[in-house]
């Protein structure tokens, strides 16, 4: 009976560490590749988003709580999509000089997205105007990374 038992202890053991191995094995430059992909594409439909409820506030076609719940949404994807690229561990060169192009652009979009809310919460039409028009810009700019990674 405590043979089967510590067969059983062991047996459990090994599978429990194969479960945490696992998760934490490193990710192969394909599966970077594919977070990568698919967290640019969440940042390139945020940053469409932002920008399109950024342009219909400036024309006076909404109500700041629907703004405020858009951006806030529009935030939350872009924050996510920078978390997640971020926080990967870069399997070859590749994947980092990969990441080095990526991150400085979801960043700016974090950082768009916030100045567009608060300028549209302070009424500031002028910086508004120039976020909605950077988020264009910057969304150009992820939507063609992603067609590079396509």
Known sequence: MRKRRWSFVIGLGAVLLALVLLGVWPQS?????????????DAVSATGTAR??????????TFRAYESTVLDDARSSVTT?????????VPDAGSGRLRDEVLP?????????DDLDRSLAEDDRTSATRSVD???????RLAALLEGLR
């Open 29 to 41: 430059a394909g599966g970077y590749r594919s977070t990568v992909e698919s967290s640019v594409q």
């Open 52 to 61: 399109a409820a950024g342009r219909t506030a400036l024309e006076g076609n």
């Open 134 to 140: 950077a988020l264009g810009s910057v969304r150009e």
């Open 81 to 89: 999509a920078f978390s997640d690229v971020s926080e990967l561990a």
């Open 105 to 113: 652009l979801l960043q700016e979009s974090v950082r768009l997205v």
